[in-house]
């Protein structure tokens, strides 16, 4: 069968009432840029959906582009038919035979926003319905859980038919809940915080320290595909690249080994809020989990956490290893985060970082820094770059990664 277009059902934004416009126009501009690449659709978004014309665009690759976009509750393939009825009828039963197994029970469940059609509701469940038994005569009805549920719409332009319903994403669209900071290394954890930060509708901007020459440009290009695969959920995601060799290496020299860690990550987070005030964030996310390392013990996120007020949210933070892993496996970050890159947190960490590091000496041990001067200098080799969907970086790379692996 030819299908005619795609019918978005939208998720938790139908409850959002006086912001219900401005949250259809970021689902809207979502899609659109995830389905940049296929330039013969047409999208009309309406109040109660939006409606994907295919005009002759195969539906398969398109509904799974669609399937991870948040803001999605569910989505059916539609066809378009006249308004006379018994091709409506003659569409519905071809439809049945595509969708029929035997044993399957059915449903035919009508809307109509043209009230100036003949038959009402009921009388077109009632007419599909006898039709179609009449078609299949071991076919069942069953109106609270059938095995198909036949839609029918009757608008102004015509009727449209669909069985096919496909769960979205859910979530809120990305971008309705503001701006935020991530702080994206090359592992595991934080490219699923970022997911899940975009679940909730977050427009998370990446926040990547890389230390040339101890840490490579694959590992760049590592960060950089970390963040294109995380694009597929609501377009575009903007990237800052901020050069940390220069205070790694003093920290290194001035600092007690013991506080290496505590002292780089106060550093870290020290740039990205000032980066977050710059694009306008109004919180820093990041993939820390409770425990997990010495840098996340409670004593360490509060030493860390003493150089500002900005909210940091960690999305990962009860959640176990193996459960973090699990999603991304889900969003297909795994097997990217484990190549052997090192990012810049693992070529200076320090034998014994302390677990229970104390703010008062945290403060005494930065004295010695020129912290003014060596956050002014990272801040003038900041690089930005917006990578859309789509977007790939470590082909080139692969044969070193295949070497590695």
Do not use: W
Not at 50 to 63: E, F, R, S, Y
Not at 185 to 213: Q, T
Not at 307 to 317: E, F, G, Q
Not at 346 to 371: G, H
Request: proline share 5%.
């Amino acid at each position: 069968m030819q299908y005619t277009e795609i019918m978005v059902r939208y998720g938790e934004l139908s409850t959002k009432g006086k912001n219900r416009k401005s949250f259809i126009g970021r689902l809207h501009g979502n899609v659109t840029k995830v389905l940049k690449d296929f330039p013969d659709l047409k999208l009309q978004p309406h109040r109660d959906r939006l409606h994907i014309k295919l005009n002759g665009t195969d539906a398969k690759p398109v509904m799974e582009k669609l399937k991870r976009v948040f803001g999605i509750q569910t989505f059916s393939l539609s066809v378009k038919v006249s308004k006379d009825f018994d091709e409506v009828k003659e569409k519905a039963i071809e439809m049945m035979h595509e969708a029929y197994e035997p044993g399957d029970s059915f449903k035919v469940a009508t809307k109509r926003s043209d009230h100036s059609y003949p038959l009402d509701t009921n009388q077109i469940n009632l007419q599909l319905g006898d039709a179609i038994c009449e078609e299949f005569p071991d076919i069942s009805v069953e109106m609270k859980r059938p095995d198909i549920k036949l839609s029918v719409e009757v608008r102004q332009d015509g009727i449209y038919l669909s069985y096919l319903t496909v769960k979205g994403a859910g979530g809120l669209p990305v971008g309705t809940a503001g701006k935020a900071m991530l702080m994206l290394s090359g592992g595991i954890d934080s490219p699923v915080a970022g997911y899940l930060a975009m679940k909730r509708g977050v427009d998370i901007e990446m926040v990547h320290f890389f230390s040339p020459p101890y840490t490579s440009e694959q590992a760049l290009n590592k960060a950089k595909e970390l963040t294109s695969k995380l694009t597929v959920y609501g377009g575009n995601i903007k990237f800052i690249e901020v050069p940390f060799a220069e205070i790694q290496e003093t920290i290194k020299a001035s600092v007690p080994e013991g506080y290496l860690m505590t002292i780089q990550r106060r550093f870290m987070l020290r740039l990205t809020d000032m980066l977050r005030e710059k694009e306008g964030g109004l919180a820093i996310f990041n993939g820390e989990a409770v425990g997990q390392v010495a840098s996340q013990t409670l004593e360490s996120m509060a030493a860390i956490n003493d150089v500002t007020t900005t909210p940091i949210l960690r999305p990962v933070a009860t959640m176990d290893k193996t459960e973090i892993i699990k999603l991304a496996e889900d969003i297909d970050t795994f097997n990217l985060s484990i190549q052997p890159f090192e990012d810049c947190c693992t070529v200076f960490a320090p034998p014994a970082p302390k677990t229970r590091p104390s703010i008062e000496k945290t403060r005494e041990f930065e004295k010695v820094l020129d912290i003014d001067g060596l956050i002014k200098r990272a801040l003038d080799g900041v690089k930005i770059v917006t990578i859309e969907h789509g977007d790939h970086f470590m082909e080139k790379d692969q044969d070193e990664i295949n070497d590695l692996l």
